[in-house]
């Protein structure tokens, strides 16, 4: 079975270009959950969704991000204008609902940004 | 204050080593709690749940203690293999899973 999918694996861009991330989700999972790590901060819960449809985005540094899921099987975290203080690895992971108790998310492989 | 916390490392020890690590959390209405496994330049993947009781997967033992809000994992005949990061994750809400820093172990030969 496919497990999460991300892309790209790996961008450089300079400063100031818009990024955009994409993630499709395990099918039939209907919790997407974007996460951003880096050495300093670790893991940070950026957005989630239920359902195609935003619950909280809290965690969204600021109004540079911006996330969107317009189908089960898609989502877009974007980045407009990126500055090098975002370079960071983004995953992006996914769950079926009715595993909440058991704390499994299934993470994709990241996607590794670098902005110059 | 951070929601969850752990000891960076590294831990360095031998194979065959038993290796113990805590992380502690900030809200005590906290309903759940993980330790997940993260190799180097991977994603992290689920290890184990943490029961309230302690409970053992193989070589692997956690413990929780709700009064005064850590959670440990313990690693025993440790294994070249379980060089890894190891994440403290907890649950404060039904749908959000907090994530440690992590804690990082090297087994060597």
């Known amino acids: 079975d496919a497990g999460v999918i991300q892309s790209p694996r790996h961008e450089v861009t300079e400063m100031g270009q818009e990024v955009t991330l994409r993630c499709k989700p395990i099918s039939g999972h209907d919790y997407l959950f974007w996460y951003r790590q880096t050495m300093m901060r670790g893991l940070e819960l950026l957005i989630y969704?239920?359902?195609?449809?935003?619950?909280?985005d809290s965690g969204m540094p600021e109004d540079r991000f911006s996330a969107k899921m317009p189908n089960a099987s898609f989502s877009t975290l974007k980045i407009q204008p990126s500055e090098p203080r975002d370079s960071a690895v983004y995953f992006c992971?996914?769950?079926?609902?009715?595993?909440?108790?058991?704390?499994?998310?299934?993470f994709g492989e990241g996607s590794r940004l670098t902005v110059l | 204050r951070k929601e969850v916390e752990q000891d960076p490392g590294p831990f360095n020890v031998p194979e065959g080593a038993t290796v113990a690590f805590n992380c502690t959390y900030s809200n005590s209405a906290s309903q759940s709690f993980f330790w997940y496994r993260q190799d180097c330049r991977k994603e992290p993947k689920l290890l184990m749940s943490?029961?309230?009781s302690g409970n053992e997967d193989g070589r692997f033992t956690a413990q929780l203690n709700r009064a005064s809000q850590y959670i440990s994992l313990l690693i025993r005949d440790s294994k070249l293999s379980d060089s890894a990061t190891y994440l403290c994750v907890v649950r404060p809400n039904d749908y959000k899973l907090s994530f440690g820093a992590g804690t990082t172990v090297t087994v060597r030969a």
């Open positions: 992971a996914s769950r079926l609902g009715t595993s909440g108790r058991t704390g499994e998310l299934f």
């Open positions: 943490v029961y309230s």
């Open positions: 969704f239920n359902n195609n449809v935003p619950i909280d």
